[in-house]
Protein backbone atom coordinates (compact mmCIF):
# COMPACT_ATOMS: atom_id res chain seq x y z
CA UNK A 1 0.00 0.00 0.00
CA UNK A 2 1.43 3.60 -1.24
CA UNK A 3 0.66 5.34 2.17
CA UNK A 4 1.83 8.49 2.37
CA UNK A 5 2.10 11.53 5.24
CA UNK A 6 2.14 15.34 5.15
CA UNK A 7 5.52 16.57 5.64
CA UNK A 8 6.09 17.44 8.90
CA UNK A 9 6.31 21.25 9.68
CA UNK A 10 5.30 21.98 6.07
CA UNK A 11 3.52 25.38 5.66
CA UNK A 12 2.24 26.61 2.97
CA UNK A 13 0.52 30.29 2.82
CA UNK A 14 -0.81 32.31 -0.37
CA UNK A 15 -1.07 35.86 -0.08
CA UNK A 16 -2.68 38.40 -0.14
CA UNK A 17 -5.72 37.13 0.25
CA UNK A 18 -7.89 39.13 -2.80
CA UNK A 19 -6.42 40.50 -5.49
CA UNK A 20 -8.11 42.94 -7.97
CA UNK A 21 -6.75 44.45 -10.72
CA UNK A 22 -7.87 46.69 -13.63
CA UNK A 23 -8.00 45.01 -17.37
CA UNK A 24 -4.40 44.86 -18.50
CA UNK A 25 -2.47 45.26 -15.84
CA UNK A 26 -0.14 42.83 -13.23
CA UNK A 27 -1.33 40.75 -10.83
CA UNK A 28 1.31 39.10 -8.38
CA UNK A 29 0.25 36.33 -6.08
CA UNK A 30 2.94 34.85 -3.53
CA UNK A 31 3.43 31.41 -2.25
CA UNK A 32 5.69 31.21 1.03
CA UNK A 33 6.60 27.58 2.50
CA UNK A 34 8.97 26.29 4.96
CA UNK A 35 10.53 22.72 3.94
CA UNK A 36 13.39 21.26 5.03
CA UNK A 37 14.36 19.34 2.01
CA UNK A 38 16.48 20.81 -0.64
CA UNK A 39 14.13 18.94 -3.32
CA UNK A 40 10.65 19.92 -3.79
CA UNK A 41 8.55 20.95 -6.17
CA UNK A 42 5.94 24.24 -6.51
CA UNK A 43 2.57 23.78 -8.21
CA UNK A 44 0.06 26.50 -9.20
CA UNK A 45 -3.86 26.15 -9.61
CA UNK A 46 -6.70 27.93 -10.77
CA UNK A 47 -10.54 26.85 -9.62
CA UNK A 48 -8.68 23.42 -8.53
CA UNK A 49 -7.25 23.15 -12.03
CA UNK A 50 -3.83 23.27 -12.76
CA UNK A 51 -2.43 26.24 -14.46
CA UNK A 52 -2.22 26.23 -18.05
CA UNK A 53 1.28 27.54 -19.32
CA UNK A 54 1.03 31.33 -20.78
CA UNK A 55 3.25 33.59 -21.85
CA UNK A 56 1.06 35.93 -19.88
CA UNK A 57 1.88 33.83 -16.49
CA UNK A 58 5.50 34.13 -15.10
CA UNK A 59 6.94 32.31 -12.30
CA UNK A 60 9.53 33.49 -9.73
CA UNK A 61 11.48 31.43 -7.30
CA UNK A 62 13.36 32.90 -4.15
CA UNK A 63 14.42 32.00 -0.49
CA UNK A 64 11.08 29.64 0.43
CA UNK A 65 8.99 31.75 -2.04
CA UNK A 66 7.67 31.29 -5.70
CA UNK A 67 5.35 33.84 -6.72
CA UNK A 68 3.21 33.96 -9.74
CA UNK A 69 3.20 37.38 -11.79
CA UNK A 70 0.20 37.70 -14.65
CA UNK A 71 1.08 40.10 -16.84
CA UNK A 72 -1.78 42.03 -18.66
CA UNK A 73 -4.48 40.41 -16.62
CA UNK A 74 -7.94 39.63 -18.47
CA UNK A 75 -11.13 38.79 -17.04
CA UNK A 76 -11.57 35.30 -17.97
CA UNK A 77 -7.68 34.88 -14.97
CA UNK A 78 -10.48 35.88 -12.03
CA UNK A 79 -10.74 33.00 -9.83
CA UNK A 80 -9.65 31.40 -6.79
CA UNK A 81 -5.54 30.53 -7.31
CA UNK A 82 -3.72 27.94 -4.96
CA UNK A 83 -0.03 26.88 -5.08
CA UNK A 84 1.22 23.29 -4.13
CA UNK A 85 4.22 22.44 -2.36
CA UNK A 86 5.58 19.16 -3.14
CA UNK A 87 8.26 16.91 -1.30
CA UNK A 88 9.37 13.46 -2.06
CA UNK A 89 7.10 10.77 -0.13
CA UNK A 90 5.13 13.38 1.86
CA UNK A 91 1.46 14.32 0.84
CA UNK A 92 1.80 17.35 -1.36
CA UNK A 93 0.01 20.92 0.90
CA UNK A 94 -2.02 23.32 -1.00
CA UNK A 95 -1.59 27.12 0.90
CA UNK A 96 -5.29 29.19 1.05
CA UNK A 97 -6.25 30.63 -1.69
CA UNK A 98 -6.14 33.90 -2.67
CA UNK A 99 -9.02 35.09 -5.00
CA UNK A 100 -8.17 37.66 -8.17
CA UNK A 101 -10.79 39.53 -9.77
CA UNK A 102 -9.92 40.92 -12.81
CA UNK A 103 -12.33 44.59 -13.59
CA UNK A 104 -13.06 45.62 -17.38
CA UNK A 105 -14.29 49.40 -15.39
CA UNK A 106 -13.54 51.83 -13.09
CA UNK A 107 -17.33 51.40 -12.77
CA UNK A 108 -17.53 47.82 -11.49
CA UNK A 109 -14.68 49.14 -9.46
CA UNK A 110 -16.67 51.21 -7.56
CA UNK A 111 -19.16 48.10 -6.83
CA UNK A 112 -16.59 46.26 -5.25
CA UNK A 113 -15.12 49.02 -3.02
CA UNK A 114 -18.67 49.86 -1.84
CA UNK A 115 -19.44 45.90 -1.66
CA UNK A 116 -15.91 45.33 0.47
CA UNK A 117 -17.28 48.87 2.88
CA UNK A 118 -20.92 47.03 3.19
CA UNK A 119 -19.41 43.78 4.09
CA UNK A 120 -16.54 45.12 6.28
CA UNK A 121 -19.77 47.24 8.46
Known sequence: MGLTVPPVGLGVTLSPPVV?????????LTCHFNVLSKRYGVHWFRMDRPLTPSPRYV????????????????????????????????????????????????????LVTDAEIITSA
Do not use: F, Q
Not at 23 to 28: K, P, Q
Open 59 to 110: RLEKNHSSSLLITEAAPEDSGKYYCEVTVPLKDPVRSNGTLLTVLVSMWLSS
Open 20 to 28: TVMRGEAAT
